[in-house]
């Protein structure tokens, strides 16, 4: 991860970073599970065991919402492996967890997370507060609501 971090790949996540700083944000990751029973996880292939990215949920104290968050390293997008990690983390999150609501905080200039909100079913929620204003909300649903954010006002 910090290889991945300290590179201008990690401009839309608050990079690039230095290693110590990549290691107090994993020290909140471990955190959130102990204080809030959620958190994220991170992916790795099967096959090989190779670590490719982290999905999850977040709530850190600037983030007016829980956030379904995912970040996958260059050589492991355009393959399908965010989408099938963030759906699995979506439907845990509401049928486990009973979360009636996430959203996605997205950089305005990030069209790939952007694109990958809209085919999770995600719907653009301009009047959601947001921690940064360049960043845009996409509200997710439970896929037994009908997607609409007046249903969850």
Known sequence: MATHFATDWAQYM???????????WLGAEITSW??????????????TGALVGQVGINKPPNFAEPELGMCFFPEAQSKGLAFEAATAVRDWAFDTQGMTTLVSYIDQDNAPSIRLAERLGAVRDDAADRPSPNDLVYRHFPSDSDGSPEAYA
């Open 14 to 24: 608050g990079g690039p970073i230095s290693g110590n700083e990549l290691w107090r």
């Open 34 to 47: 102990q204080w809030l029973g959620y958190g994220s996880w991170a992916v790795d292939l099967t096959e």
